[in-house]
């Protein structure tokens, strides 16, 4: 394995690639480890540049592993208080999970915000440590991961989603992908989704169509960028009258 300070450079310099968009990124801390584990800690504007930038140095073949501590920067000032009762509100009344049980974790202690449904079909437990949301327990598919994980994002103080729900083991498909960015669409009440058009390709998306703003455009894209298991996203929509 090459010298620590060579692969740090190399680790710099995919950042700097990968990074084009942000061009005063500096993380806070970069370490490797002689197994060549990663860890890398900083700020970033937009969970594009999050996935972007794991994604350029796990590329690199120096390194076996990363230990994730980018943050996204929020679009609102929120403590965890304040991030977990938008989180509440979002859970609870999302029709999605009418049979899940949602709880809340505050340190040691777990409580059920909702009641428990009669044969509930999963259980997700919402956490929040320094503006990331932490979601674990079973869901019924991946649909309702990928939701979960939506809906965590929407709110503006989130920082990071740790999604940890389980789901029943079972094939990934680009069709998968493409319904979860339709369902986030059609959710998000700024985007007019049926002016938009999804297309997927291995995990990547392609948005096509036509909105009214360039604002509208930005957030079909972010919600894009929030659903779990995508790495890229190809913008082709136009901003029209």
């Known amino acids: 394995m090459p010298e620590k ?37 900083g700020e970033v ?17 120096e390194v076996s592993g990363i230990v994730d501590r980018l943050r996204v920067a929020p679009a609102s000032a929120m403590g965890d208080a304040e991030i977990s009762a938008h989180l509440r509100n979002a859970f609870v009344g999302e029709p999605g999970f ?10 040691d202690t777990v409580t059920s915000i909702k009641g428990v449904p009669v044969d509930p079909l999963g259980r997700v437990e919402i956490e929040v440590d320094s503006g990331v949301v932490i979601l674990n327990g079973q869901v019924p598919g ?26 029943p083991l079972g094939d990934d498909t680009p069709g998968m992908l493409q319904e979860a960015v339709r369902i986030a669409l ?16 291995g995990r990547e998306v392609r948005l096509t169509g036509l909105v009214s703003s360039d604002a509208e455009r930005s ?22 009258a």
């Open 5 to 41: 300070p060579d692969v740090l450079n190399r680790v710099r310099a995919a950042l700097s690639t990968a990074l084009t968009m942000e061009p005063d990124f500096a993380p806070e801390h970069i370490e490797c480890d002689d197994e060549g584990v990663l860890i890398l800690k």
């Open 45 to 61: 504007q937009s969970v594009k540049a999050k996935k972007l930038a794991l994604e350029a140095v796990a590329a690199l073949p």
């Open 98 to 107: 009418k049979a899940l049980e949602i709880a809340e974790r505050i340190g």
């Open 142 to 167: 991946l649909d309702s991961k990928r939701l979960a994980g939506v809906l965590a994002w929407w709110v503006p103080g989130t920082r990071d989603v740790i999604n940890g729900l389980v789901e």
């Open 186 to 201: 059609d959710k998000d009440p700024f985007v007019n989704a049926g002016q938009i058009r999804v297309g997927a390709k």
């Open 219 to 240: 957030m079909a894209e972010r919600d894009a960028w929030y659903v779990f298991g995508i790495d890229d996203v190809i913008n082709e929509i136009e901003v029209g």
